[in-house]
């Protein structure tokens, strides 16, 4: 059983920063990919990027991928999204899953977290 905590949402100016957290406990993320998806009021929860823990391996989707970077930290068995220039259509509760790799599946969520992007 792994549990998923994010962290790191809030509110900033158009053209901020802003790196998000999701911190695992119960278990490490061993041979497990996390995902960061977010979801806007109204419209369906978007993959924004995944990492395979143990390979490293990353994919990012192209809409976003020169403004958000996922990354990891081995000893605090957590992954990171860094978002530069962020716009208000960026504004949506990002979440973060975890499930097997190479199956699109994802047996684990985090609670989200709130990113509003003001203008």
């Known amino acids: 059983q792994v549990q998923l905590v994010e962290s790191g949402g809030g509110l900033v100016q158009t053209g901020g920063s802003l790196t998000l957290s999701c911190a695992a406990s119960?278990?490490?993320?061993?041979?497990?990919?996390i995902s960061w998806f977010r979801q806007a009021p109204g419209t369906e929860r978007d993959l924004l990027a995944r990492?395979?823990?143990?390979?490293?391996?990353?994919y990012t989707r192209d809409s976003v991928k020169d403004r958000f970077t996922i990354s990891r930290d081995n000893a605090k068995n957590t992954v990171y999204l860094q978002m530069i220039s962020l716009k208000p259509e960026d504004t949506a509760i990002y979440y973060c899953?975890?499930?097997?790799?190479?199956?699109?599946?994802?047996?684990?969520w985090g609670q989200g977290t709130q990113v509003t992007v003001s203008s």
């Open positions: 899953a975890a499930g097997p790799v190479g199956v699109l599946r994802y047996d684990y």
């Open positions: 119960g278990r490490s993320f061993s041979g497990l990919s």
């Open positions: 990492m395979a823990w143990s390979l490293g391996t990353t």
